[in-house]
């Protein structure tokens, strides 16, 4: 089934310790994107990946880090979460070369006391 | 001032009517629109994608684009139960494929 996978799905978690959370796709899709969700703001753009190895930030980078080394893979970590990073995040691909047609993640909750 | 403003909602209808959905952008560079479907506790599903001006329809489902206005609409005729979620509209440019900018969503109700 083609699908994109996100783990874990829920996590709470203590100011300062690091995290990462996985992405992966089996799609064999080349751009791959990360979104966080909160009331009232919508989904907001993190991070995304054209391709292996080149990544960009979106509109929300600060306090996130991600890599890209191989192409089903993307994922993001939290070197140092605040609370203020308390969201619903979505990992997200697509076939095109570009944020169309994105395929989501089932999304992961997590939460920073 | 956001860049993709969405009519908030909520929204409830009786089943079987014709639904309405609205977004407006600031940013002329935008051409292509998506819309996505978002059950509760789920990930986005895309619904539509459009490039550039005009219409397309799939089944019960309409998305029109009028760039000289800057507004975005999806139709969803014949409204069912099922069609209970929130509704994402979505755009982004060729100039900056990589980037998405969502609006905040609008949710639907459908009372049967």
């Given at each position: 089934e083609a699908q994109v996978t996100q783990n874990p799905?829920?996590?709470?978690?203590?100011?300062?310790?690091?995290?990462?959370?996985?992405?992966?796709?089996?799609m064999n899709h080349e751009y791959m994107s990360w979104y966080r969700q909160d009331p009232g703001l919508g989904l907001r753009q993190i991070y995304y990946s054209m391709n292996v190895?080149?990544?960009?930030?979106?509109?929300?980078?600060e306090g996130y880090k991600?890599?890209?080394k191989e192409k089903r893979n993307?994922?993001?970590i939290l070197e140092s979460p605040s609370p203020n990073q308390t969201s619903l995040y979505f990992c997200a691909s697509s076939l095109k070369d570009g944020a169309y047609e994105?395929?989501?993640?089932?999304g992961?909750?997590?939460?920073?006391? | 001032q956001k860049e993709v403003e969405q009519d908030p909602g909520p929204l409830s209808v009786p089943e079987g009517a014709i639904v309405s959905l609205n977004?407006?952008?600031s940013n002329s560079a935008f051409q292509y629109f998506m819309w996505y479907r978002q059950y509760s506790r789920?990930?986005?599903?895309l619904l539509m994608y459009t490039y550039s001006s005009g219409n397309k329809e799939d089944g019960r489902f309409t998305a029109q684009v009028d760039k000289s206005s800057k507004y975005i609409s999806l139709f969803i005729r014949d409204s069912q139960p099922s069609d209970s979620a929130t509704y994402l509209c979505a755009m982004g440019s060729n100039t900056n494929a990589g980037k998405s900018t969502f609006g905040d969503g609008t949710t639907l109700t459908v009372k049967p």
């Open positions: 799905r829920y996590l709470i978690t203590v100011t300062g310790k690091k995290l990462t959370v996985t992405c992966s796709q089996n190895e080149v990544t960009d930030k979106g509109d929300v980078p991600v890599s890209r993307f994922p993001l994105q395929y989501f993640g089932p992961t909750r997590l939460t920073v006391t | 977004c407006t952008y789920k990930g986005p599903e």
